[in-house]
């Protein structure tokens, strides 16, 4: 089957180099493996308070991020995921068919809801996976590049198709999941046992921050007992993160890193992760900046967005017909 490639990110705040880890960094090469839908994640930002400004400029910052990774607007719709109405419509079909028990169950929902009052969780906080089903098999995706931190849900949503497959005929397509093989989890520089999050943000490199200010923020990174460069997550987080990071950079697996870093001193150690972060970081910094003087991400947004609403209108209108929704037309 061919590849359908699907990958989302929220506008909730400045994007990490977590994110830049998990979906940008590859952008370029997963245009080149089938067809992508790249999307803004704009109604998922709504499910923890957000104020309109920043969410509409965390929207226009992220399209430029995504062009200047390197997204093809020729081979790729980039879209808002609120510009495509479908996703919309299709969550309130498919709320359905996920369960209380099991949306209680995501990680996701109970660690971003122990920070809120309990009268202060919104339903579409806890109800994000169905919305995230939604996304995905609309567009009948079967590849979703991701962190490791949303597994569970793609784990979720392949629950859901097999829920309605096994009722409805075989009317949805299995997602799978892709990892990267290193970088799937990038913690926080100044607490490496928390992820690198951009709406809790602790020890991150935002990927707007300045050359200097992201050297200063690796040379000031966690490090831990012992001076081996080496990695060994349980026993060294702060180092086994940065390890990662490089070979991230790198496209490298950690074995060559822990090689070239044999005998390196944690300071020296820090000083390439940071040359290596900031000659990635630099020129996709410039490309965004040119990308913000120029607008073009509009053009590129109508233009996804019609492609996708396209698709999943069609999808849509399949799914409606499977369930019993009668359809006049
Ligand atoms: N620290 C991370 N390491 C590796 N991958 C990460 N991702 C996020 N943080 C890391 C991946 O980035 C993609 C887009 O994430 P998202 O915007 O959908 O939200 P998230 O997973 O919840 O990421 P954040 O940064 O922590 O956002 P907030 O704080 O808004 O919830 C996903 O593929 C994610 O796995």
Known sequence: MAERILTGIKPTGQ????????????????NERGECFIFIADLHA???PIDPAVLRQNSIDLAAFYLAAGLDPNKS??????????????NAIMQNYLYMGELSRMT???????????????????????LMACDIVLYDA?????????????????????????????????????????????????DPSVKMSKSDPKGDVFLKDEPAVIRKKIMSAVTDM??????????????????????????????????????????DFKKAVADAVIEELE??????????????????LKQGAEKASKIANETLKRIQKAVGLLQLD
């Open 283 to 300: 020129p996709f910094q410039n490309r965004y900046k040119e990308i913000i003087a120029n607008k073009s991400y509009e053009a590129v």
């Open 142 to 190: 079967n590849i979703i590049p991701v962190g490791e931190d949303q597994v569970q849900h793609i784990e979720l949503t392949r629950d859901l198709v097999n829920r309605f497959n096994n009722r409805y005929g075989n009317i949805l397509t299995m997602p799978k999941a892709e990892l990267r093989k290193v970088g799937k989890r990038i913690m926080s520089l100044s």
């Open 226 to 267: 012992g001076c081996e460069v080496k990695y060994d997550p349980e026993n060294k987080p702060g180092i086994s993160n940065l390890i990662q990071i490089y070979c991230a950079m790198k496209d490298i697996e950690i074995p060559e890193a822990e090689k070239l870093f044999e005998g390196y001193r944690y300071g």
């Open 108 to 130: 996701q929902f109970k660690d971003k809801s122990a920070k809120l009052k309990e009268n202060a969780i919104g339903l579409g906080l806890f109800a994000y996976p169905v």
């Open 77 to 90: 719709a980039m879209f808002l995921q609120s510009s495509v109405s479908a996703h919309a419509e299709l």
């Open 46 to 48: 709504l499910t923890l």
């Open 15 to 30: 994007l990490t180099l977590g994110n830049y880890i998990a979906v940008l960094k590859n952008l370029k090469k997963t």
